[in-house]
């Protein structure tokens, strides 16, 4: 299955397991910078090199500062998947040089964690399962 | 976009301004400008450690260390502590952490003024480009002078004071600040009471620009109203009639879908209930917010108030006090604070305070949400009225 959307930041292809977050987050206070993690629930998953999913991000004007923690300590997502972006995530990530591709349907919001997602940066389209079917 | 030869020329220099302008036009390109366009001034937001914390002052000092100077004159907003003083105990973590932030941005070239309200000192004629990061202070340069800011968050606004520029969109442009919709406002306006309108105003506004309709208020009051529309409206723009110097403009191009009556029974406030201080200063308090202070209390003869009341403002206005004011207010139990507020700094939890009487709608929407304070709503009169 292929989704389309709208490529913000990024060039080429990226392939990756995906990490979904079906509520919205907030940087500031749900994603730790240094470690890489974000908070789901009770539980915490860790976001570097991996795709990570959401519908979208609630504002903080503090989340690029911690996008630009993740790629400092080596922890950034390889990209980020979005259904909305707001500014915000759109500045951190240019200014993180985080790849993020959005306006994609609710339905990458149905990946399963682990899942293996093709990212095509160039065409701002998503491949589930490494390749069309 | 279309870029210029300078622009071009900058983006090919591999330097910092050449990183930051490269994200400048990423991020307009996202948002669909044709454009940057170059800006007078710039406002930092963002640069108190409790709202930015280890993150933020990383990020600052990296990129001071890269090299990154600013281009364009850029103020700094209040931070979390006075720069020296001792009315606003942090601990050291707090002050070396915050003492870090003030260096990267001394060192990259801003004029460390730490106030919210910078438009109270330079000038943004009509129709002028800024590049400014805090709501109140955008909200009060586009709708008092017509000058133009987008909302811009704080790490935005770094990267337009290194670069100059600002993609062109939203409020860059004249055909996005045409009004949509139409608020009268009855009634005499106090400082607190245009808090609630600026609140009813964008809450009823949305992401459209009002056409604001309202008899005449103090500067401080202007101040309060402007203050709490942009906090409870993405947009950060009104035209007010007979204040905004093209007015008349906006009033013949305005295309008008909706239309908000609000009535002096709309303005009352809640009955103010156990405090254990009084704040005023969200915006900063200009001068004659503090010599108003200054003549109740001479009215009532000098009292020594029985709560401490704080008074948030710049340098420049504490400057214009003399020591035989500054002195006797202290006496009083009055605190004139520079450099930072309670709503960016911890200061009035480390001193015990934590139920906190104010004029300002804006604080009283973000002490509970940031410094985790009880505030409540009052008119500064009374509320001192209630401390003799």
Redesign the interface.
């Given at each position: 299955m292929t989704l389309r959307g709208r490529t913000i930041y990024g060039k080429g292809v990226i392939a990756g397991k995906a990490v979904v977050m079906r509520t919205p987050i907030s940087f500031l206070g749900d994603v730790d910078g240094r470690r890489g993690t974000v908070k789901a629930g009770y539980e915490e998953k860790s976001i570097g090199g991996r795709v990570l999913i959401l519908p979208f991000s609630r504002g903080s004007t503090v989340g690029p500062y911690i996008m630009y923690q993740l790629v400092k300590y080596g922890n950034a997502p390889l990209a980020i998947l979005s259904v909305k972006a707001d500014t915000l995530v759109l500045i951190g990530a240019v200014m993180a040089g985080i790849p993020l591709v959005t306006d994609l349907p609710d339905s990458v919001l149905g990946v399963s964690d682990g899942e293996e997602v093709v990212v095509d940066l160039d065409g701002g389209e998503v491949r589930l399962g490494g390749q069309d079917r | 976009m279309h870029l210029t030869r300078e622009e071009e020329e900058v983006l090919s220099r591999g330097d910092a301004r050449s990183r930051a302008l490269e994200?400048v036009v990423?991020?307009g390109e996202?948002?669909g400008a044709s454009r940057l366009l170059d800006v007078e001034t710039a406002h930092v937001?963002?640069v108190s450690y409790q709202?930015?914390?280890?993150?933020?002052v990383?990020?600052l000092s990296?990129l001071a260390a890269s090299g990154a100077r600013f281009k364009v004159f850029a103020t700094v907003n209040p931070m979390g502590m006075e720069l020296d003083g001792g009315e606003t105990p942090v601990d050291d973590l707090f002050k070396s952490r915050q003492l870090e932030v003030v260096k990267s941005l001394i060192k990259m070239g801003a004029s460390a003024w730490f106030t919210c309200a910078p438009y109270d000192i330079i000038r943004t004629p009509p129709g002028t480009v800024h590049a400014w990061?805090e709501s109140n202070a955008i909200s009060y340069i586009n709708s008092v002078r017509d000058a133009m800011s987008e909302k811009l968050?704080?790490?935005?606004t770094i990267?337009a004071a290194i670069t100059g520029k600002v993609p062109e969109f939203g409020l860059y442009l004249h055909e996005n600040r045409m009004p949509r919709v139409m608020v009268k406002v009855n009634g005499r306006i106090t400082q607190a009471a245009a808090g609630i309108i600026g609140k009813m105003v964008g809450e009823f506004s949305g992401s459209r620009v009002p056409y604001v309709v309202v008899g005449p208020m103090t500067e401080r009051a202007m101040k309060a109203m402007l203050a709490s529309f942009a906090t409870y409206s993405p947009n950060p723009f009104m035209v007010i009639e007979g204040v905004n110097p093209n007015w008349r403009l906006y009033r013949s191009e305005m295309d008008v879908e909706e239309s908000l009556v609000i009535d002096e029974k709309d303005l009352r406030l809640p009955e103010t209930r156990d405090f254990d201080a009084v704040f005023i200063g969200c915006p900063h308090a200009d001068l004659d917010e503090v010599l108003h202070v200054a003549k109740l209390l001479e009215d009532r003869g000098y009292p020594r108030l029985a709560k401490p009341l704080f008074i948030s403002t710049s340098r420049f206005v504490k400057s214009q006090l003399s020591p035989a004011i500054l002195s006797r207010l202290d006496e009083l139990n009055v605190h004139v604070i520079t450099d930072t507020c309670p709503i960016v700094s911890p200061f009035l939890r480390n001193r015990g305070l934590l139920n906190i009487a104010t004029p300002s709608s804006k604080s009283v929407y973000y002490m509970p949400r940031l410094v985790s304070l009880n505030a409540m709503p009052c008119e500064i009169d009374e509320c001192i009225g209630d401390l003799l």
């Open positions: - | 994200t990423k991020v996202s948002l937001s963002g709202t930015i914390g280890d993150a933020g990383e990020f990296d990061g968050p704080g790490p935005f990267l």
